[in-house]
């Protein structure tokens, strides 16, 4: 039988499914694998093991005693460590909540195990979700399957590494300015944000609750289809979920074909900034999209040019709120508590210790945002901004079903290239911001490797609120374009860079 851990998770719930190997079998090859490689990669940061194999061995149970389960069944699945989970370490990547053991299970890991999915471990991230290269995890860095002297994304750089390194066939990640998207971009892997409360946040560690979204990270289109299936739908615990069913995104993915589908090409989001080696992938991306039958037309969103200044106004402000609850006073780390400091003081050098650099820069930014007399300046700018881009996508989805773009400006930059100049971070989400400024879903599908370096290349699809099934139907059908031409999935041609 072919490699499990090079399997899709669809094959592979086929294989559990039809009785040909156990979740057992495919559980314990991806530990063997995680055991292989996992110190040079970094994707992960919490095992569990027993209670996996424990999870894996009562589905093989039910199987055999012919109960009707999941469509996921038995699959192996990894979770990005901003999910709490009952049981197993939620760390967000920081100091601050280092060994903190969450005393309750988030919506989307019970909804993973309520469809007898199987959970491997959690994921490394940039410390509270905050950065673009999952180097500022107080846990140290990932490192990319394509060089390991290169970035994976962030903040989810782990959730795509983990994929790209076949560590694991799925992966949760979480999106709040293209953490999801762009690590999936420089990974040659997929990634979707969906719409924005199509699935909760509850049990989500909060960075910027206006931002934030959970969503399936995946090898495949159809395998983020079926994972978005099984965390995706209201959730009433969540005051920000949407009460509606959860788009038809498998229908979509199998769907594949985008014959008379009006394509969007967004302005905006190209140029200067963007590498030349990702512009020409790219074109040659919206060449195959118009063979494939789409009417691909231009489409201007003379606001996107200010989303990037506008979120990193409105994100450090949701920021410097939320991340007020790390007091030292009732969970998380604790210094200088020896009964001569006041809690003042305790609280102050609780924080100072806790917080890497990253996160003390976006809370003073925040805080600076929100303070009286700066408030309308600043935060209340930037919201008017948020609206205007906004009304950009609701304008240009008049004339579309869906626009694109490049998903990252360039391919993978180098560890420690960009660590000391924040600015040349931020940029790494200059095209994935604008969605979640608007709430819109978008993702990003593999479109080849780039020219100059040889690292992959992203295409990011977006379109309306509560239309994801339409990114599948776009994924799908350039997947099944261009599987020809890469010999199968575009990780068919990663080197074992790990061993």
């Known amino acids: 039988m072919t490699d499990l851990t090079r399997s899709s998770a669809a094959q592979l719930a086929q294989w559990i499914a039809t009785g040909q190997v156990s979740s057992v079998e495919v559980v314990q090859a991806h530990f063997d694998r995680i055991a292989q490689v996992d110190q040079a990669i970094h994707a992960f940061l919490s095992l569990d093991y027993d209670r996996a194999m424990a999870t894996a061995a009562r589905v093989d149970a039910k199987r055999a005693t012919g109960e009707v389960l999941g469509p996921l069944a038995g699959v192996p699945v990894a979770v990005k460590d901003a999910f709490t989970y009952e049981g197993l370490p939620t760390t967000c990547g920081s100091k601050m909540l280092e060994g903190w053991m969450p005393p309750y299970t988030s919506t989307v890991v019970r909804r993973l195990i309520d469809a007898d999915m199987v959970i491997l471990g959690k994921t490394n991230m940039d410390e509270f979700a905050m950065g673009s290269s999952t180097e500022n995890s107080y846990f140290g860095p990932t490192h990319n399957p394509w060089a390991l002297d290169r970035i994976p994304g962030g903040s989810g750089g782990g ?20 953490s999801i998207r762009q690590p999936a971009a ?11 409360g199509g699935c909760s946040r509850y049990g989500l560690v909060a960075t910027a609750s206006s931002l934030d979204q959970p969503g399936p990270c995946a090898r495949t289109v159809m395998d983020a289809a079926m994972l978005h299936e099984v965390i995706c739908g209201y959730d009433p615990r969540d005051s920000t979920s949407v009460n509606a069913p959860v788009p038809p995104v498998v229908a979509g ?26 512009e020409r992938r790219f ?12 009417d691909v037309v231009e489409v201007s969103c003379p606001h996107f040019q200010y989303a990037l200044p506008a979120y990193y106004l409105i994100m450090p402000s949701e920021v410097s709120s ?7 006073m009732r969970y998380g780390l604790r210094v200088g508590d020896d009964g001569k400091n ?19 820069r976006r809370i003073i930014l925040g805080t600076y945002a929100l303070s009286s007399g700066y408030y309308d300046a600043y935060y209340g700018s930037a919201q008017k901004v948020r609206t205007l881009i906004t009304e950009d996508f609701t304008a240009g989805f008049e004339s579309v079903d869906v626009m694109i773009s490049p998903s990252t400006p360039t391919t993978a930059f180098r560890l420690g290239e960009r660590v000391d100049d924040p600015m040349a971070m931020y940029q790494a989400d200059l095209a994935t911001i604008p969605s979640n400024l608007a709430g819109n879903t978008a993702a990003s599908f593999p479109i080849g490797l780039s020219d100059e370096d040889g690292l992959p290349v992203g295409l990011q699809v977006m379109a309306p609120p509560m239309c994801d099934d339409r990114l599948y139907q776009v994924g799908a059908a350039f997947e099944a374009a261009m599987e020809g031409s890469w010999g199968g999935p575009l990780l068919n041609q990663i080197k074992e860079t790990a061993r």
């Open 159 to 178: 959730s795509s590494a983990a994929l790209a390194a076949f560590e694991a066939p799925l992966t949760i990640g979480s999106d709040t300015g293209g």
């Open 253 to 278: 993915a199998r769907r594949a074909d985008i014959t008379g589908m009006r394509v969007g090409v967004v302005k905006e989001l190209g140029g200067p900034g963007y590498a030349p080696a990702v």
């Open 342 to 360: 006041s809690a003042e003081q305790v609280m102050r050098l609780s924080r100072g210790s806790g917080f890497g650099a990253e996160v003390k």
């Open 186 to 196: 420089v990974t040659g892997t997929v990634g979707v944000k969906p719409t924005y």
């Open 322 to 328: 939320n991340l007020a609850r790390f007091d030292a």
């Open 283 to 294: 074109a040659q991306a919206v060449d195959v999209l118009t063979g494939l039958g789409a």
